[in-house]
């Protein structure tokens, strides 16, 4: 028997990083087997330690939305080190990057920026409870903000109750203020506005959730979200920390704002995207409310490594090239072939498929219909699921190891990879 570098590094990984990994899905628990270490990465594909080459269908978990390895990137980011690592001083850069996150996402008048979602989402409902001067919260079951206490948490027995901690080391007491709602319920949200409305500092969702694999907010959903934040004084937070620049320029809310007049959310949490693979995130929203921030307000946010030089060149060197024209066009045009193509394979063997996407960013089922909440999502086959995931990884086709996370298409996947995509699962599914 043949040893994998992949197994070896994996078990020299376990002796001394918990897991093996440094991020918990990377340890590939919930299908099984060995994770592929990454040797290197090149426009669609990236190899492992046995060299094998895989069609990346991850992208960093969405940041490399033009490929691994674009030459424009590679170019800025080299510049920008020779300049230098890091100062903890303003520099022009920074300037820039907001420059073009304010022009391109219009409900940001001014953005911090910060290193990880993680830190935007957090910073922002604590500007959320600073500029309200209320403690509540809601989150929905299967939307993902980091992993700050407060938002790790999922359902309790009841509206009237509170959230129960995801994770030990969670004390209830920080999460005594987290409501956690089911996605696309609006009677639910509306009772639960009805009862502490006036007690919420804010509403925070993902838009699009593709931590439920890949779930829309419905637009009567979307709408009473808006609705009720208003009525009730809540600031209502977008999450794009995923969708951000990945499921088109000016986000998910540009979207909902093509068929809700007027519709913006009050805050914004990006990532992702915006670093291109660099630690970088932000978080942004009216003047008035991030006017409330240190040093110029009261409510305290801070980072060592914020707004770091490269990370920023990185980032906005990503952001020129999705800007040019069309981009966005081809992009949604062949991640809607992935979808399409893996769906009339499947349904052509018999075997319950559905699928969405949006932009660069897509999601499937091995359910009969697209489901609306996180409930629904996890009735998904997982057995049947990590067989496939299996089958495709053996094929050379990278996919989330996870039946509830979401996938990404890059600048960078031609027809070719598509097809080559489609005909692997094909096989798959006749020889099930
Ligand atoms: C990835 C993600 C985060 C967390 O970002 P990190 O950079 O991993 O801390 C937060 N929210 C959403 C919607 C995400 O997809």
Redesign the pocket.
């Known amino acids: 028997m043949t040893t994998s570098r992949n197994d070896v590094l994996f078990e020299r990984a376990k002796k001394l990083i918990p897991g093996g990994v440094n991020s918990p899905v990377r340890a590939f628990k919930a299908v099984g087997g060995t994770p592929r270490f990454v040797q290197r990465a090149q426009g669609a594909y990236f190899w492992d330690a046995d060299g094998k080459r895989y069609i990346d269908y991850i992208g960093s978990?969405g940041p490399m939305i033009l490929g691994h390895g674009h030459s424009g990137v590679i170019e800025a980011v080299q510049k920008a080190m020779m300049d230098g690592f890091s100062f903890g001083a303003p520099t022009e850069r920074e300037v820039e990057l907001a420059e073009e996150i304010v022009k391109l996402v219009p409900s940001i008048e001014m953005v911090r920026l910060v290193s990880?979602?993680?830190e935007a989402?957090m910073s922002a409902l604590r500007l959320a409870r600073g500029a309200t001067g209320r403690s509540k919260i809601i989150k929905f079951e299967g939307c993902?903000?980091?992993h700050t206490d407060a938002l790790l948490v999922k359902a309790g027995s009841g509206l009237a109750t509170f959230g129960n901690p995801t994770s030990a080391g969670v004390p209830p007491e920080a999460v005594q203020h987290t409501l956690v709602l089911e996605y696309n319920n609006i009677a639910q949200l509306e009772e639960c506005f009805a009862l502490h409305g006036k007690q919420l500092a804010c509403l925070m969702m993902?838009p699009i959730c593709?931590?439920m694999n890949f779930v829309r907010a419905t637009l009567p959903f979307m709408k009473r979200c808006r609705e009720l934040c208003t009525a009730y004084g809540a600031l209502l937070i977008f999450?794009e920390?995923?969708t951000g620049f990945r499921v088109a320029l000016g986000g998910a809310q540009s979207l909902y704002a093509e068929l809700i007049p007027g519709f913006k959310p009050d805050m914004t949490?990006l990532?992702?995207v915006i670093g291109g693979g660099m630690p970088l995130?932000a978080f942004g929203g009216s003047k008035a409310v991030m006017e409330m921030l240190a040093p110029l307000g009261a409510v305290y946010q801070a980072g060592t490594l914020s707004g770091n030089p490269v990370a920023t060149a990185c980032g906005l060197a990503t952001l020129r090239e999705v800007q040019k024209p069309g981009f966005y066009e081809a992009l949604a045009e062949r991640t809607r072939s992935l979808v399409t193509g893996l769906t009339a394979a499947a349904n052509k063997a018999g075997v319950p498929f559905c699928g969405d996407s949006q932009g660069g960013m897509f999601g499937f089922f091995l359910l009969g219909q697209l489901p609306q909440n996180y409930a629904t999502v996890m009735t998904t086959d997982s057995p049947a699921f990590n067989r496939f995931f299996h089958a495709m990884l053996d094929k050379g086709v990278y996919y989330a190891p996870a039946l509830y996370e979401a996938g990404f298409v890059s600048a960078a996947h031609t027809a070719a990879d598509i097809e080559a995509t489609v005909d692997a699962a094909t096989q798959f599914f006749a020889h099930r």
């Open positions: 978990w990880s979602g993680t989402a993902y903000h980091g993902e593709g931590n999450d920390v995923m949490a990532g992702k995130a």
